[in-house]
């Protein structure tokens, strides 16, 4: 009952958001192959393959979140055996190769924000200046992070900086200039908990960067620099990657196979649905726009692509479960019909 409270004082906060929860049936939804010749593969809400487009680089990445990442009309999709990322850009009905961008590192996550595309590597982060569409090949500065031992797991722009977790149990920021370039060396998050096993997944909005410490079964919030606050996943475990939509905090729970809700505000994360959605293998990316969810999972030797709708109370219902994808595709993201 105190939850529902909760959504009845929040859900009017997000008028607009909560208006446009329909499933947009002209969104376009994507992951990459993630083979020696990296493909972009786009698919429709309906889960039907309606487009295959080389990356013209070589995949190869695994156990990181954020190898693709969409702005508006761009996606940029990460080549970790070529150093470079790929960007495409949505004209009409479907998506076209506008660039490649090469990185001093084997990228990991990419992440658009303050006028700049950001790139993790193994070793560093980089930050790369945008006009319009428009990407620069050179980097306008850069910064080696705390550990660069290999484990680079994401990526995410906060308010005026960076926020980069490395699985090997640091969490840092990096601070950003005032037009939007790196400026500065990485720096350790305060108040990071004891237990702290396996930093890896976020999602930010404004100041505040929710990130998942995998195997200590808990998510915390990240604000300033300082975790303000951890709350544990209950009963699923290893909550992987976020996805974070008004008021509703959906992670991707793995080896749970599942899908958990939780409601957010202030410092607070409370969990209000352990399992909203299962799925057919371990998840390894979830993405939020255009009133679906889509999530990539791994089981054995292949993929799978599933689609949920999300209604005004954060509840989940799958649309359509794509085909099969062989081997083990990277990352997830929705390009919107609007864009």
């Known amino acids: ?6 959504f009845k004082i929040l859900l009017p906060l997000v008028g607009a958001a909560s208006a446009a929860l329909a499933a947009d049936p002209d969104a376009l939804i994507v992951t990459a192959s993630n083979t020696a010749s990296n493909q972009l593969l786009v698919y429709n809400p309906t889960g039907q393959l309606v487009q295959t487009l080389a990356t ?15 702005n508006g009309s761009l996606v940029a999709v990460v080549n970790y055996g070529s150093n470079n990322v790929s960007l495409f850009e949505r004209i009409g009905d479907g998506l076209h ?4 961008v090469p990185t001093v590192t084997k990228p990991v996550s990419v992440a658009f924000g303050s006028g700049h595309l950001y790139v993790l590597g193994a070793t560093q982060v980089e930050s790369h200046w945008m006009f319009g569409p428009f990407v620069s ?15 680079a797991a994401q990526v995410v722009v906060a308010q005026n900086q960076l926020v980069i977790t490395e699985k090997s149990n640091v969490v840092e920021t990096v601070n950003l200039s005032s037009d939007g370039a790196i400026s500065g060396s990485a720096t350790l998050v305060k108040n990071i908990p004891a237990n702290v096993n396996a930093p890896f997944g976020m999602f930010a909005r404004g100041n505040d960067a929710y990130v998942t410490i995998a195997h200590a079964n808990e998510i915390s919030l990240v604000r300033n620099g300082t ?30 196979m599942s899908i958990s809700r939780y409601a957010v505000y202030g410092q607070k994360i409370v969990q209000d649905a352990a399992v909203a ?4 293998g371990d998840p390894t990316d979830i993405a939020y726009a255009g009133g679906m969810i889509a999530v990539i999972d791994g089981s054995g030797s292949v993929t799978h692509l599933s689609m949920f709708s999300v209604d005004e109370d954060g509840n989940l219902m799958l649309m359509q479960a794509a ?14 019909g609007d864009q």
Do not use: H, Y
Not at 97 to 100: E, H, I, K, M, T
Not at 246 to 253: C, E, I, R, T, V
């Open 1 to 6: 009952m105190q939850i529902r409270r909760i």
């Open 56 to 70: 013209k680089g070589q995949g190869g990445v695994s156990g990181n979140a954020g190898g693709i990442e969409v």
């Open 97 to 100: 190769l506008a660039q490649v």
């Open 137 to 151: 090949s050179s980097a306008d500065g850069a910064t080696k992070l705390l550990l660069g031992d290999g484990s």
């Open 227 to 256: 975790v303000l606050t951890v709350t544990p996943s209950g009963t699923q475990m290893a909550p992987c990657w976020l996805a974070l939509e008004g008021p509703f905090l959906f992670s991707s729970n793995s080896p749970s």
């Open 277 to 280: 959605a299962t799925l057919n």
């Open 323 to 336: 085909d099969t994808i062989a081997g083990a595709a990277n990352g997830v993201g929705i390009v919107r």
